[in-house]
């Protein structure tokens, strides 16, 4: 299921080819063993790659009890791996907020991940503190509440995306939010199927979507047609309903400044300008 809010008829099919095939590859969904019922989803990730190494990035907390006693699955095309690496995260208590984690994967789970997967090179990131006001952000991820079973008995989850606005500094100020570390997206009223077209109000709770990607996609246009490139600028971490619908995330810089410090790996940002790619018959 993707959604948007927002957004422009005219640009409908590009925004639905950059999600449906550039933004869901590189995002997972996470399971937790429910016994004795099975597999439980549990939060989301993002697959990263950097000098070879391969990384899963997700938000602290979905991870925090991972153990060899609660060991945390990602579903494959042959069946559910089970999450094996080293991890470093923040302490959320002390951090004032900041809710991330990453685990750089072992080599041993590496086939089975790539087989259904594409990690994303770290020049697909972006720091990008000062949000714009547009509708040009998307968070894609697997909310708990996609979720069914089939006649076979099956569990089936699907992804959902959304576009959505950065939220105004009354909301930042109503929340204890600090700019500096937190991005709050507002997320009310009703999005668009976009496979359908159907017009739907949003559901009333997003777990699951912790841990997900925040992406800034931008759309340009010239004499040949339609081009787009797109960024990932955060990770989400939690939501909120009151006076105030949101979603809020982690800025992207705190996980460069934590992966550059791993073994000493390097990063090195591209322009957007550089690689707008064309959308063909636009």
């Not at 004032?96 to 789970?109: M, Q, R, S, T, Y």
């Not at 990607?213 to 339609?226: E, P, R, S």
């Amino acid at each position: 299921m993707f959604e948007k809010i927002n957004t422009s008829k005219e640009v409908d099919r590009i925004f639905d080819y950059v999600m449906s095939t550039k933004l869901a590859p590189h995002t997972c969904q996470i399971f937790e063993m429910d016994k004795p019922k099975g597999m439980k989803p549990y939060g989301s990730g993002v697959m990263v790659i950097l000098n070879e190494n391969h990384f899963l990035l997700t938000a602290s907390h979905v991870v925090e009890d991972w153990s060899n006693e609660h060991q945390l699955f990602i579903k494959s095309r042959r069946g559910y791996v089970s999450i094996v690496g080293n991890m470093s995260q923040t302490d959320i208590d002390k951090s004032e907020g900041v809710d991330l984690a990453f685990i750089k994967l072992d080599d041993e789970i590496l086939p089975e991940i790539k087989a259904g997967y594409k990690f994303l090179p770290i020049s697909k990131f972006r720091r990008h503190v000062n949000l714009v006001d547009a509708a040009q952000y998307c968070v894609i991820g697997y909310p708990e509440i996609n979720k069914k079973i089939d006649a076979k008995g099956v569990m089936q989850t699907g992804t959902s995306a959304y576009f959505v606005a950065p939220s105004k500094q009354n909301v930042y100020d109503h929340y204890k939010l600090k700019k500096r570390n937190h991005i709050s997206l507002d997320f009310k009223g009703k999005g668009m199927d976009i496979r359908t077209g159907e017009s739907k109000k949003l559901k009333g709770h997003h777990y699951g979507l912790s841990g997900c990607g925040l992406w800034l996609v931008l759309i340009g246009k010239n004499h040949k047609g339609y081009s787009y490139d797109y960024r990932l600028i955060g990770i989400m971490t939690d939501f909120r309903r009151g006076k105030y619908d949101c979603l809020f995330g982690n800025h992207i810089e705190f996980i460069l400044t934590a992966l550059k410090a791993f073994k000493h790996l390097n990063y090195k940002e591209i322009p957007v300008a550089d690689v707008y790619t064309p959308i063909e018959n636009s």
